[in-house]
């Protein structure tokens, strides 16, 4: 299995980013997908969520209204959609894939496969 995270970058405060998490050798859409971060020191944070089918997504209170998750059974990917980027959303993200019954998880150890992050780092 391997999820492959793209995307991050460097952005001035206010821009936009969109990452890309492209999936392999797992039924992808067998499994429920997350976005999580994380700082050097830090525990990693939730982020977003969002079902097999894509139906459900739940986002974080901190990034509630500015990042959108959604995926593409199709082409065996999830995104996040940042917009109005602050300097506290730097961070490395990671896309995680989870088999766990339920729409989805905001836990990290509920998550079996995970990417290798993207480092988004947003200037002031």
């Known amino acids: 299995v391997q999820l492959q995270a793209s995307g991050g970058g460097l952005v001035q405060a206010g821009g936009s980013l969109r990452l890309s998490c492209a999936a392999s050798g797992l039924t992808f859409s067998r499994y429920a997908m997350g976005w999580f971060r994380q700082l050097p020191g830090k525990e990693r944070e939730f982020v977003a969520a969002i079902s097999r089918s894509g139906t459900v997504a739940y986002h974080a209170d901190s990034v509630q209204g500015r990042f959108t998750i959604s995926r593409d059974n199709a082409k065996n990917t999830v995104y996040l959609q940042m917009n109005s980027l602050k300097p506290e959303d730097t961070a490395v993200y990671y896309c995680?894939?989870?088999?766990?019954?339920?729409?989805?998880?905001?836990?990290?150890?509920?998550?079996?496969?995970w990417g290798q992050g993207t480092l988004v780092t947003v200037s002031s």
């Open positions: 995680a894939a989870t088999s766990q019954s339920g729409s989805y998880s905001s836990l990290a150890y509920d998550y079996n496969y």
